[in-house]
């Protein structure tokens, strides 16, 4: 059985699926859809290369399965990321 969601959730779903850095852990927390589930979402909205680009981009990333990840807590800062002073990006 195949849950029912607005555009606007769909949207998101997709939204979080693209993202590197959100596990699919998260999203099946946040709408209740397991990683299989989302597949198929992706697959049904999306045009069939871009799926394939996705699938291809997502299959073995670590990041995006939460037990696979070097980092279990907390984001991930890179240590070329710069601090940001009154809404401008320091200077390296």
Do not use: C
């Not at 979080?16 to 709408?31: H, L, N, V």
Request: hydrophobic fraction near 30%; glycine fraction near 4%; proline fraction near 2%.
């Amino acid at each position: 059985m195949e849950k029912r969601f607005n555009q606007e959730e769909i949207d998101r779903i997709i939204e979080m699926a693209w993202e590197d850095r959100t596990p699919f852990e998260a999203i099946e927390f946040q709408f209740n859809v397991s990683e299989k589930e989302v597949i198929k979402i992706m697959q049904r909205e999306m045009k069939p290369t871009s799926f394939r680009m996705w699938r291809k981009r997502v299959q073995g990333r670590t990041t995006k399965h939460r037990k696979l990840r070097s980092y279990k807590k907390g984001r991930f800062k890179s240590s070329r990321q710069g601090n940001i002073n009154m809404n401008k990006i320091s200077k390296r």
